[in-house]
């Protein structure tokens, strides 16, 4: 019996598939296809795959083709497939055309004819390209703006700002073709919004009014009733308001927030967040664009505290050290939360240098994220008997964004997308970042 053996994605499953799993049968008796599972998917750069793993291998059972359906979670894994199976031949569409001649090694290695003119890319992105228009002129608009370029079904319908700033060439282009904030409406499924704090609530307004989804850097503005009616405004709307903290949609912090939740380290009871970067803030140099210090790190810092501790804090304690002559400017800014079974502290500041790590101690153990802990792709639980500590890496591309940029565009699609940032926990932020 000659054993055949080949490995997909296969979202969507459509005809180039099928040719070629078809001719992977005919080369043998028995044909085994690997179906990728998310993890491995993302870890290899693939984010936008629009069917569950579950999904994706009953599209597979359901073609009659396959003798055994096994799931590809690692890279390395087709070797020890390969032996497992003792598969003498593997085959792949010949978009990989020597990307595997080093399975020649352990059977024959077969590259068929890739079938043009059809791919799960674009099936995923024939719906409705979304519009997202920009909003600001610091360097996060220029990152935000490549990042979607990894995502299918959005493109850029332009950018509004009140000054070049530190946009990239490209967008200063673009700033060029759009004379007001109306006028980028206008053009827009959505807005992605980095402007100043202070323009976030009658920007995210407008928009909403005009029926358009908004993904907004937090603080989504700067009162937690400016909040409540911007948040009431888009739900009865049916519109999304997202609250943009790129941290919240990385693999490696939603992974290790399940792993808390699920008692790794026991009942934790102390949080502590550092967020610091030195910026040049002397006064004769404070630009009016510069956010101060706890708009510009403070949501990073109490997103893990509120998603861990909750937002039902009993009392704070707060030091802030302002830039003299700039009473709404802090250096750097400490609070404290004491809650009723627990502790928790931040620190974040633009004008004091600490180290930026996150640190949960629990009572069984403690996680430890380094710096910069915010961009979390790797963590550790650590325990009393060293030999118990474990490591976790997930891959972290472009600082996350694009993650936050598929979430928005699954919550707008009204996909079972989660909201890994609910409306109690921005109005929590608002709370604490809206005043220095
Ligand atoms: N394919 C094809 N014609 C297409 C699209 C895909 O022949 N129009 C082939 C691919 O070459 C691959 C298989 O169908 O052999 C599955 O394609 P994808 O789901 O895109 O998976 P891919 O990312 O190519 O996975 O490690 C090997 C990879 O897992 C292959």
């Known amino acids: 019996m000659t054993k055949v053996i080949t490995y997909g994605t296969y979202d969507f499953l459509h005809e180039g598939h099928l040719r070629l799993l078809r001719r992977a049968k005919a080369l043998g008796d028995y044909l085994i296809v690997g179906v990728t599972a998310e993890d491995f998917d993302k870890s290899r750069g693939k984010i936008n795959v629009g069917q569950s793993l579950m999904e994706r291998v009953e599209a597979i059972r359901q073609t009659g083709l396959a003798d055994k359906i096994i799931i590809e979670e690692y890279e390395g894994q087709k070797i020890d497939d390969i032996r497992r199976y003792e598969a003498d031949i593997f085959t792949v569409g010949s978009d990989w055309e020597g990307k595997f001649d080093y399975l020649n090694e352990f059977c024959k290695v077969v590259y068929l004819d890739r079938t043009e003119g059809i791919s799960s890319t674009e099936i995923r992105s024939h719906s409705q390209e979304l519009r997202i228009g920009l909003v600001g002129e610091t360097n996060i608009v220029n990152k935000f703006k490549n990042e979607c370029g990894y995502v299918n079904g959005v493109e850029i319908s332009g950018i509004y700002a009140d000054s070049p700033g530190m946009l990239d060439g490209e967008l ?131 997103l893990p505290i509120f998603k861990i501790l ?84 997930y891959q972290l591309d472009g600082e996350g964004i694009r993650y936050m940029i598929l979430s928005f565009l699954n919550l707008i699609k009204g996909k079972k997308a989660y909201n890994q940032i609910p409306s109690s926990i921005s109005s929590k932020i608002i709370q604490i970042v809206g005043t220095v």
Not at 276 to 293: C, E, G, K, R, V
Not at 338 to 362: F, N
């Open 172 to 302: 200063k282009g673009m700033l060029e073709n759009t004379d007001s904030y109306d006028a980028l409406l206008e053009k827009s499924d959505a807005v992605y919004i980095a402007s100043n704090p202070k323009d976030h609530y009658l920007q995210v307004k407008k928009a909403i009014e005009k029926g358009i989804h908004v993904v907004c850097e937090s603080p989504i503005c700067l009162t937690t009733e400016d909040f409540n009616e911007l948040h009431h405004l888009a739900s009865s709307k049916g519109l999304v308001l997202m609250d943009g903290i790129k941290t919240a949609y990385s693999l490696a912090f939603n992974r290790m927030m399940l792993l808390i939740k699920g008692g790794i380290i026991g009942d934790v009871l102390s949080v502590d967040a550092t967020c610091t970067s030195l910026t040049d803030i002397s006064p004769q140099n404070l630009p009016s664009h510069l956010w101060n210090s706890i708009c510009a790190w403070g949501p990073t810092a109490l």
């Open 310 to 393: 909750g937002t039902d804090y009993r009392q704070t304690l707060r030091f802030s050290k302002t830039i003299q002559g700039h009473d709404d400017f802090d250096l750097f800014t400490k609070v404290s939360f004491l809650y009723d079974e627990g502790v928790a502290s931040m620190k974040v500041g633009q004008g004091v240098k600490s180290e930026g790590e996150l640190v949960i101690s629990g009572t069984k153990g403690y996680i430890y994220v380094p710096a910069p802990w915010w961009k979390t792709d790797y963590f550790e639980a650590r325990f009393e008997n060293p030999s118990d500590n474990r490591r976790f890496f």
